[in-house]
C-alpha cells in the first residue's frame, strides 16, 4: 500500500496540473497535493471547478498502477467508495455515488472526482483528484451542497484528508488485488442507488436518451436499459435521474 505524503498550497492553478508536472518529473506514487484555492480548478468533461478559498478541500494524488489498464477506469469508482467512506467517518454523513464520479446528498452534488492519465518517463501514471465541498459560499449553483450546508458544520480538512487518503489506498490495493475489480463493482454497486433500476436520462452531448440502470461492465461502464429493451453502455457524458425509481 503507497504512503502518501502531503505537499500544500496556499493557491494553485489546479492540484491536478501541479500532480501531473510532478508525475512528468518523477514524483513517486502516493503524492498529494493539496490547496487552500484553486483558480483553474479542472472538471470531468472540459469543465471548470469552482474553487474558493478554503470552501473546499481540493486534492490530487500521483498514481502509477500496476493493474491492467482497461482496469484503470476503476480508481474512480474506487475513489468514490473511498471519499463517502471517509464522510461517514470523519462527519457521520451518508453521501450517495452518482455513476461514475459525483457524491450526492438529497441530488444535489457534494464531490467531483477527476481522473486523468498521462505518460511519464517513468511509465503511464494516473492523476487523482477530488473536490469536495465543505462551505457554504455565495453563489453556490442549486445542484450543488456543501458538508456545511448538509451538516451544520464542516470538518477540519486535515482530518478529513487524512480519512480519505487512507482509504483511497486500502481500496486501490483491492483493485491490485485478485477478484480485487469484481469486488470494488460489487460494492460500489451496493453503494450506490444508480447502479440498478434508476430511472435515467443520459446525456452525451450530440444525443439524449432516458432509460433504466441495470449494473455495471467489468470496466465500471453504466447499463443502461432503453425503452425498446435494448442495453446501451455509457462510458462518458451525463447521468441524470429522473423520478420515477421504478424499473
Ligand atoms: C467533476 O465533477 O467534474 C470533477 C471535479 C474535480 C475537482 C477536483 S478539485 C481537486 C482536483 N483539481 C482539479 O483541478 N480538479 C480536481
Redesign the pocket.
Known sequence: MFKPTILHFDSID????EAMRRAKAGAPEGLCIVARE?T??????D?S?E?PRDA?L???LILRPKFAMNAWPLITLAAALAVQDALMKTIALRANIKWP??LCVNDR?LC???AETLETSLGPAAVL???INLRNTPNVPAEATSVESETGRAPEVGSLLAALLKSVAEKYEFLDSAKGCEQVIREWCAHSSYSAGRRVRVSLGDENFEGTTRGLENDGALRVETTGGRIRVVRAGDVTALRSMKG
Open positions: 489546479s492540484t491536478n496540473l484553486q483553474r480548478g479542472r472538471g470531468r468533461l469543465r471547478w474553487s473546499g481540493y486534492a490530487s464520479n459525483d452534488k467531483g472526482i477527476l483528484g477530488i473536490g
